[in-house]
């Protein structure tokens, strides 16, 4: 089963841009979420992660804030 | 017979590169394309890729593109690097480096890198306030990026602190997400360009506070106000948001080996030599004038040849 991904995060964040490119790279399939379009997600990301700060990735429950390649990939089990 | 394997494993673990690049900004990037042509043995070490090109808005001053984003040209860098193959190191921090023997050892948080010599191209990055609460609030309603985080502050009152341009640009961004903006500066009057301080002056969403100092950021878990002090008197200011924009500040702080000037810019020569022969430094983080993505990418090009040329002349003994 693959893992439920999402990634809250805003078009304008270089961070944002990095961590999708590097979920697409390894084939990882996830949900993105708009933060800056839907106020309601911006504030389950504030709620999730107890900051602000885009992105926040939601892999299956282990939240990751900011690009943290590390993180993502213990998380994936890459 | 022990000590030899001992020696060898040592030689196994740091292996000596021709070149270490700190950073992969404009500079650093075009500098490793630079250097992949010259097929040297060579490595990329940044802490993130764009530098501050990828956090530009619009961009039309670099030859080539006669309007291109700020992270669309850091996009078309990367490819760019990419495509040689280059090995990198992202998300990866230098600590420090010092000479050792015919080179440098260079230190990050994760490990030591040999090399024969080092292109400094780390950049700047955003100055802090240095204040009580700015790091506990760090994220938490503070940032040092309106274009990242300001669509989470919809309907907030937030402040601005600074008052050149990009204080100004933070402003106008803000202007369309918050309830309402108060720009605090420690200047008389706000100091950017005179078309962005129209927009922000005549807007009824802003307060400028002039001759003001930040001198707290307080709250609980998140951010919920500041204190800020004007003509001796403290008061305190209800926000939920704080956008420092006060300027921009060299990433030098690893380069104890190297001659900087009093803002901490690494002085180089024509030929991005520093004081210390074999390590070259390039773009914002030098004291080259004007900062500007076009200068520092040629930096970083002559950064590479001077690396190119100093390997020649300095060939490695035995």
């Given at each position: 089963?693959p893992?439920?991904?999402?990634?809250y995060?805003?078009?304008t964040?270089?961070?944002?841009?990095?961590?999708?490119?590097y979920?697409?790279e390894?084939?990882?399939?996830?949900?993105?979420?708009?933060?800056?379009?839907?106020?309601?997600?911006?504030?389950?990301?504030?709620?999730?992660?107890g900051?602000?700060?885009?992105?926040?990735?939601?892999i299956?429950?282990t939240?990751?804030?900011?690009?943290?390649?590390?993180?993502?990939?213990?998380?994936?089990?890459? | 017979?022990?000590?030899?394997?001992?020696?060898?494993?040592?030689?196994?673990?740091y292996?000596?590169?021709?070149?270490?690049?700190?950073?992969a900004?404009?500079?650093?990037?075009?500098?490793?394309?630079?250097?992949?042509r010259?097929?040297?043995?060579?490595?990329?070490?940044?802490?993130?890729?764009g530098?501050?090109?990828?956090?530009?808005g619009?961009?039309?001053?670099?030859?080539?593109?006669?309007?291109i984003s700020?992270?669309?040209?850091a996009a078309?860098?990367?490819?760019?690097m990419?495509?040689?193959k280059?090995?990198?190191?992202?998300?990866e921090?230098?600590?420090?480096?010092?000479?050792?023997?015919?080179?440098?050892?260079?230190k990050?948080a994760?490990?030591?890198y040999r090399?024969r010599?080092v292109?400094?191209?780390?950049?700047?990055?955003?100055k802090?306030?240095g204040v009580p609460?700015?790091k506990?609030?760090?994220?938490?309603?503070?940032?040092?990026c309106?274009?990242?985080?300001g669509?989470?502050?919809?309907?907030?009152?937030?402040?601005?602190?600074?008052?050149?341009?990009?204080?100004?640009?933070?402003?106008?961004?803000?202007?369309k997400?918050?309830?309402?903006?108060?720009?605090?500066?420690?200047?008389?009057?706000?100091?950017?360009?005179s078309?962005m301080?129209?927009?922000?002056?005549?807007?009824?969403?802003?307060t400028?506070?002039?001759?003001?100092?930040?001198?707290?950021?307080?709250?609980?878990?998140?951010?919920?106000?500041i204190?800020i002090?004007k003509?001796?008197?403290e008061e305190?200011?209800q926000?939920?948001?704080?956008?420092?924009?006060?300027g921009l500040?060299?990433?030098?702080?690893?380069?104890?080996i190297?001659?900087?000037?009093?803002?901490?810019?690494i002085?180089?020569?024509?030929?991005?030599?520093t004081n210390?022969?074999g390590?070259?430094a390039?773009?914002?983080v030098?004291d080259?004038?004007?900062?500007?993505?076009?200068?520092?990418?040629?930096?970083?090009?002559?950064?590479a040849l001077?690396?190119?040329?100093?390997l020649?002349?300095?060939?490695?003994?035995?």
């Amino acid at each position: 089963m693959p893992k439920q991904v999402k990634v809250y995060s805003t078009p304008t964040c270089p961070y944002c841009i990095r961590a999708k490119q590097y979920l697409k790279e390894n084939n990882v399939t996830f949900e993105d979420i708009d933060v800056s379009a839907h106020e309601d997600a911006g504030q389950e990301m504030i709620q999730k992660s107890g900051q602000m700060g885009v992105p926040v990735l939601d892999i299956e429950g282990t939240i990751v804030v900011g690009f943290d390649k590390e993180k993502i990939k213990n998380a994936l089990g890459l | 017979m022990v000590l030899i394997k001992k020696r060898l494993k040592t030689r196994l673990v740091y292996k000596m590169y021709d070149l270490i690049i700190i950073g992969a900004g404009p500079a650093g990037i075009t500098a490793s394309v630079y250097a992949a042509r010259k097929r040297m043995n060579f490595l990329v070490i940044s802490r993130d890729i764009g530098g501050q090109t990828a956090w530009s808005g619009d961009i039309e001053n670099y030859t080539g593109y006669q309007f291109i984003s700020g992270p669309e040209l850091a996009a078309k860098f990367e490819e760019h690097m990419r495509q040689y193959k280059i090995p990198l190191k992202e998300t990866e921090e230098v600590e420090d480096f010092r000479r050792d023997g015919d080179g440098f050892i260079v230190k990050t948080a994760k490990g030591e890198y040999r090399s024969r010599t080092v292109i400094v191209a780390s950049g700047k990055r955003s100055k802090e306030l240095g204040v009580p609460g700015e790091k506990e609030f760090k994220n938490r309603g503070l940032t040092y990026c309106a274009t990242c985080d300001g669509p989470l502050f919809s309907g907030k009152d937030v402040a601005v602190i600074g008052g050149g341009n990009s204080a100004l640009d933070a402003a106008i961004q803000l202007m369309k997400i918050a309830r309402h903006i108060t720009i605090v500066t420690s200047a008389g009057s706000l100091t950017g360009d005179s078309v962005m301080r129209e927009q922000v002056e005549t807007s009824p969403l802003v307060t400028v506070m002039n001759n003001a100092r930040v001198a707290a950021v307080t709250g609980d878990k998140f951010v919920s106000g500041i204190t800020i002090v004007k003509n001796g008197l403290e008061e305190k200011l209800q926000v939920q948001g704080v956008f420092v924009e006060i300027g921009l500040t060299p990433n030098s702080y690893f380069c104890t080996i190297l001659e900087k000037n009093q803002i901490g810019e690494i002085k180089v020569t024509i030929q991005n030599e520093t004081n210390v022969p074999g390590v070259f430094a390039c773009g914002d983080v030098t004291d080259v004038p004007e900062k500007q993505i076009i200068i520092a990418a040629g930096e970083g090009a002559k950064a590479a040849l001077g690396v190119f040329r100093y390997l020649i002349q300095n060939p490695l003994h035995g």
